[in-house]
Antibody
Framework: QLQLQESGPRLVKPLETLSLTCTVS??????????WGWIRQPPGKGLEWIGV???????YYNPSLKSRVTISADSSKNQFSLKLSSVTAADTAVYYC??????WGQGTMVTVSP | EVVLTQSPDFQSVTPKEKVTITCRAS??????LHWYQQKPDESPKLLIK???QSISGVPSRFSGSGSGTDFTLTINSLEAEDAAAYYC?????????FGQGTKVEIK
């Protein structure tokens, strides 16, 4: 059964780069025509779509974050990653990785604080 | 960007009652509309995909309908375990977007 697991630093300083990795187990990120993406949820708020990388390697980003976001994939490690630069307190959130709309990781809380 | 507007924002419901949540898109998205349930401290769980397709393991009291710009999630005979936030989500084109959420409380 396919599973996704987020990992990375839980605390990031303002203006630094937030880096998260999603490790996929039980299947290959290279198989099938899937989109692998990231969503976040600030404490007590709703869901915000960050972006995806397609099975062809094409990336699509939320315009509000586009200038700061990079999503990439490493098929040799069966992982895909999120980098968000120049973070502020507003980037504090639970970050989820997902395959298409169907399968999500459990999420990881990232706090931006000095 | 497609804006999704859910209504209501909050609903307090007695068990066995029928619940209807609507999601309106700012432009036509075909049937690329999905519904999630999120309980506190849990990741969202997919309930319905592509407007009306059921998901294995999801109770049959959850159903979806609609196309174009107007969509509905129906919970027939609400159970206590259905207390949660519900979100609609569209994947018709980039950027994908979410509705603001509807919180369902059990009276």
């Amino acid at each position: 059964q396919l599973q996704l697991q987020e990992s990375g630093p839980r605390l990031v300083k303002p203006l630094e780069t937030l880096s998260l990795t999603c490790t996929v187990s039980g299947g290959s990120i290279s198989s099938g025509r899937y989109y692998w993406g990231w969503i976040r949820q600030p404490p007590g708020k709703g869901l915000e779509w960050i972006g995806v990388i397609s099975y062809r390697g094409t990336t699509y980003y939320n315009p509000s974050l586009k200038s700061r976001v990079t999503i990439s994939a490493d098929s040799s490690k069966n992982q895909f990653s999120l980098k968000l630069s120049s973070v502020t307190a507003a980037d504090t959130a639970v970050y989820y990785c997902a395959r298409d709309v169907e399968l999500w990781g459990q999420g990881t809380m990232v706090t931006v604080s000095p | 960007e497609v804006v999704l507007t859910q209504s209501p924002d909050f609903q307090s419901v007695t068990p066995k009652e029928k619940v209807t949540i609507t999601c309106r898109a700012s432009q036509s998205i075909g049937n690329s509309l999905h519904w999630y349930q999120q309980k506190p401290d849990e990741s969202p769980k997919l309930l319905i995909k592509y407007a009306s397709q059921s998901i294995s393991g999801v109770p049959s009291r959850f159903s979806g309908s609609g196309s174009g710009t107007d969509f509905t999630l129906t919970i027939n005979s609400l159970e206590a375990e259905d207390a949660a936030a519900y979100y609609c989500h569209q994947s018709n084109g980039s950027p994908w977007t979410f509705g603001q959420g509807t919180k369902v409380e059990i009276k």
